[in-house]
């Protein structure tokens, strides 16, 4: 099994940016296809994007070309880049560990002016 903890979230107006980190526990994190996912209030909770074990990426279409998925093998370390960020980005950002459907506890983003 694995433990995931996010971190990095906090509040920013619109257009600006954060980096969401997920640190991993456990071992073959390496070896795992990582996801971060959100949810918003009132909505399910979406795939955001998505990095395969050779660092090969996925975006959902809404954050394509301003977000970007990145892992550290060496730290057991995840990241989200989220760039031009929009209100309707608002929502807790989770990250998961899709071979052992893990989730870590969520860390909350709002975007507001």
């Known amino acids: 099994q694995v433990q995931l903890v996010e971190s990095g979230g906090g509040l920013v107006q619109p257009g600006g940016s954060l980096r969401l980190s997920c640190a991993a526990s456990?071992?073959?994190?390496?070896?795992?296809?990582m996801g971060w996912y959100r949810q918003a209030p009132g909505k399910e909770r979406e795939l955001v994007a998505r990095?395969?074990?050779?660092?090969?990426?996925d975006y959902a279409d809404s954050v394509r070309g301003r977000f970007t998925i990145s892992r550290d093998n060496a730290k057991n370390m995840m990241y989200l880049q989220m760039n031009s960020l929009k209100p309707e980005d608002t929502a807790v950002y989770y990250c998961?560990?899709?071979?052992?459907?893990?989730w870590g506890q969520g860390t909350q983003v709002t975007i507001s002016a």
């Open positions: 456990g071992s073959f994190f390496s070896q795992h296809v």
């Open positions: 998961k560990d899709e071979h052992w459907e893990s």
């Open positions: 990095i395969g074990s050779y660092a090969d990426t």
